[in-house]
């Protein structure tokens, strides 16, 4: 079966310091890799998508970008953390079939900039 | 732009009884409509899709209406139990399906 596994859970980071969130898809191939953020109260916001390794499509200008090194690997990452980053992150995987897409989450990165 | 509305007020109702979540949107004209649920602290779950062509689908004690001239998805849960207190969802997307916007979502606290 297909797992997803994101990480870390929980951090804590100042502003202005670097930010690594991985995530990886286990037991499938070629999928569409998702990266969205929701604020507290707010919806989900779709930040980053990938449909193969190198192919990265941003959706919000901002100072985050995404990487896909692998076919089951995803990244986040910022060089310098903003206090309006602050958020719950998650990733997300679907394999496109075009008659209907479920998304299918990990259990998300809780990150707060101080 | 495109834009999905689900009530920001949060839902009470009594256990046993229906509860019925609105979903509305502009400007778009999805292919598909999904429902998820999501607890606190953790990533949504899916729950079920209906495509443009669909009326209605069922699945167990839940059932979603899908209306695209009036643009609104209606969700329902039938004999709701406090189990089904959540955040519910509601999520768009275009043939192909890669991106998918989503709703903030309604809080449903049902009452024992």
């Known amino acids: 079966s297909q797992t997803i596994h994101q990480w870390p859970a929980t951090l804590v980071q100042p502003v202005g310091s670097p930010l690594s969130l991985e995530c990886t898809v286990e037991?499938?191939?070629?999928?569409?890799l998702y990266w969205y953020r929701q604020a507290a109260g707010r919806g989900l916001q779709l930040l980053f998508y990938?449909?193969?390794?190198?192919?990265i499509s941003s959706e919000v200008p901002q100072n985050l970008s995404a990487s896909r090194p692998q076919d089951r690997q995803f990244i986040l990452s910022s060089k310098k953390l903003l206090l309006s980053d602050s958020g719950f992150y998650l990733c997300?995987?679907?394999?496109?079939?075009?008659?209907?897409?479920?998304?299918?989450f990990g259990e998300g990165s809780w990150l707060t900039v101080v | 732009s495109q834009k999905i509305e689900q009530n920001s007020e949060a839902l009470n109702i009594q256990e046993g009884k229906t509860a019925t979540l609105t979903c509305n949107y502009t400007?778009?004209?999805?292919?598909?409509l999904q429902w998820y649920r999501q607890d606190p602290g953790r990533g949504p779950v899916f729950l079920l899709l209906?495509?443009?062509?669909?009326k209605e689908k069922r699945k167990e004690r839940l059932k979603v209406t899908f209306d695209t001239t009036l643009k609104q998805s209606l969700f329902h849960i039938t004999a709701s139990q406090p189990a089904d207190s959540a955040t519910y969802l509601c999520?768009?997307?275009?043939?192909?399906?890669?991106?998918?916007?989503f709703g903030a979502g309604t809080r449903l606290f049902v009452k024992a």
């Open positions: 997300a995987w679907i394999i496109p079939t075009g008659s209907g897409n479920t998304i299918y």
């Open positions: 037991g499938t191939s070629n999928p569409n």
């Open positions: 990938s449909v193969g390794i190198g192919q």
């Open positions: 400007n778009y004209s999805p292919a598909y």
């Open positions: 209906i495509r443009e062509n669909e």
């Open positions: 999520a768009l997307a275009s043939t192909g399906g890669f991106k998918t916007i």
